[in-house]
Protein backbone atom coordinates (compact mmCIF):
# COMPACT_ATOMS: atom_id res chain seq x y z
CA UNK A 1 0.00 0.00 0.00
CA UNK A 2 1.29 3.46 -1.53
CA UNK A 3 0.47 6.69 0.73
CA UNK A 4 1.43 10.21 0.47
CA UNK A 5 1.22 12.36 3.10
CA UNK A 6 1.43 16.34 3.05
CA UNK A 7 1.85 18.79 5.47
CA UNK A 8 2.55 22.74 5.45
CA UNK A 9 -0.88 24.13 4.61
CA UNK A 10 -2.46 26.91 5.88
CA UNK A 11 -3.32 30.66 6.15
CA UNK A 12 -0.67 33.21 4.63
CA UNK A 13 -1.41 36.87 4.06
CA UNK A 14 -0.52 37.87 0.41
CA UNK A 15 2.94 38.42 -0.40
CA UNK A 16 3.78 35.99 1.95
CA UNK A 17 5.36 32.41 1.50
CA UNK A 18 5.23 28.98 2.53
CA UNK A 19 6.35 25.47 2.08
CA UNK A 20 4.16 22.44 1.30
CA UNK A 21 5.58 18.85 1.67
CA UNK A 22 4.90 15.09 1.08
CA UNK A 23 6.67 12.10 1.85
CA UNK A 24 5.36 8.63 0.35
CA UNK A 25 5.79 5.41 2.05
CA UNK A 26 4.99 1.77 1.40
CA UNK A 27 6.24 -0.71 -1.30
CA UNK A 28 7.10 1.22 -4.84
CA UNK A 29 10.06 -0.05 -6.68
CA UNK A 30 10.50 3.11 -8.80
CA UNK A 31 8.99 6.69 -8.62
CA UNK A 32 8.91 8.76 -12.15
CA UNK A 33 7.39 11.76 -11.51
CA UNK A 34 6.62 13.61 -8.20
CA UNK A 35 4.43 16.60 -8.06
CA UNK A 36 2.11 18.98 -7.15
CA UNK A 37 -1.88 19.76 -7.96
CA UNK A 38 -3.93 22.12 -6.92
CA UNK A 39 -8.40 22.24 -6.84
CA UNK A 40 -9.90 25.78 -5.93
CA UNK A 41 -13.64 25.78 -4.98
CA UNK A 42 -15.60 24.76 -8.40
CA UNK A 43 -12.75 24.42 -10.05
CA UNK A 44 -10.79 21.46 -11.81
CA UNK A 45 -7.69 20.15 -10.55
CA UNK A 46 -4.19 21.49 -12.46
CA UNK A 47 -0.84 21.07 -12.60
CA UNK A 48 1.30 23.50 -10.69
CA UNK A 49 4.41 21.80 -10.60
CA UNK A 50 6.46 18.33 -11.21
CA UNK A 51 10.00 17.20 -11.46
CA UNK A 52 10.98 13.99 -13.38
CA UNK A 53 13.36 11.48 -11.65
CA UNK A 54 16.03 13.04 -13.45
CA UNK A 55 15.17 16.32 -12.09
CA UNK A 56 13.53 18.16 -14.68
CA UNK A 57 10.96 21.02 -13.36
CA UNK A 58 7.49 22.13 -14.93
CA UNK A 59 5.79 24.73 -14.01
CA UNK A 60 2.13 26.17 -14.50
CA UNK A 61 2.31 29.44 -15.91
CA UNK A 62 0.54 31.67 -12.51
CA UNK A 63 3.22 30.04 -10.81
CA UNK A 64 6.48 30.75 -12.94
CA UNK A 65 8.92 32.63 -10.90
CA UNK A 66 7.06 32.21 -7.19
CA UNK A 67 7.31 28.68 -6.70
CA UNK A 68 10.15 26.59 -6.54
CA UNK A 69 9.76 22.43 -6.84
CA UNK A 70 12.45 20.38 -5.35
CA UNK A 71 12.38 16.30 -4.28
CA UNK A 72 14.86 13.91 -2.62
CA UNK A 73 14.63 10.76 -4.37
CA UNK A 74 16.54 8.86 -1.61
CA UNK A 75 13.86 8.98 0.83
CA UNK A 76 10.90 9.79 -1.51
CA UNK A 77 10.10 13.21 -0.63
CA UNK A 78 8.39 16.41 -2.64
CA UNK A 79 8.52 19.75 -1.75
CA UNK A 80 6.49 22.95 -2.90
CA UNK A 81 7.84 26.11 -2.01
CA UNK A 82 5.85 28.99 -2.60
CA UNK A 83 6.76 33.23 -2.58
CA UNK A 84 4.62 36.00 -3.38
CA UNK A 85 1.36 34.25 -2.70
CA UNK A 86 -1.54 35.79 -3.88
CA UNK A 87 -5.41 35.26 -2.62
CA UNK A 88 -5.64 33.34 -6.73
CA UNK A 89 -3.58 30.43 -4.88
CA UNK A 90 -6.22 29.53 -2.76
CA UNK A 91 -7.14 26.27 -3.24
CA UNK A 92 -6.53 22.63 -1.87
CA UNK A 93 -3.36 21.23 -2.67
CA UNK A 94 -2.37 17.93 -3.54
CA UNK A 95 0.72 15.69 -3.67
CA UNK A 96 1.11 13.56 -6.75
CA UNK A 97 3.83 10.69 -7.53
CA UNK A 98 3.77 8.49 -10.46
CA UNK A 99 5.58 5.40 -10.96
CA UNK A 100 6.41 1.64 -10.57
CA UNK A 101 4.98 -0.61 -8.12
CA UNK A 102 6.53 -3.89 -8.88
CA UNK A 103 9.56 -5.08 -10.63
CA UNK A 104 6.54 -7.05 -13.02
CA UNK A 105 4.38 -3.52 -13.17
CA UNK A 106 8.15 -1.84 -14.59
CA UNK A 107 9.05 -4.33 -17.17
CA UNK A 108 5.42 -3.42 -18.49
CA UNK A 109 5.89 0.13 -18.15
CA UNK A 110 2.52 -0.11 -16.25
CA UNK A 111 2.86 3.12 -14.12
CA UNK A 112 0.04 4.02 -11.34
CA UNK A 113 -0.38 7.71 -9.92
CA UNK A 114 -0.71 8.24 -6.35
CA UNK A 115 -2.49 10.44 -4.76
CA UNK A 116 -1.93 12.29 -1.26
CA UNK A 117 -5.52 13.48 1.08
CA UNK A 118 -4.84 17.27 -0.37
CA UNK A 119 -3.99 20.11 2.27
CA UNK A 120 -5.45 23.61 2.12
CA UNK A 121 -3.84 26.51 1.51
CA UNK A 122 -5.49 30.08 2.08
CA UNK A 123 -3.74 33.08 1.11
CA UNK A 124 -5.90 35.83 2.65
CA UNK A 125 -5.46 39.40 4.45
Known amino acids: QVSLVESGGGLVHPGGSLTLSCAVSGSIYRINSMGWYRQAPGEQRELVAR???????EYADPVKGRFSISRDSVVNTVALHADSLKPEDTAVYYC???????????????????WGQGTQVTVSS
Open 51 to 57: ISSGGST
Open 96 to 114: NAVGFRSLYDFRRRYDSAY
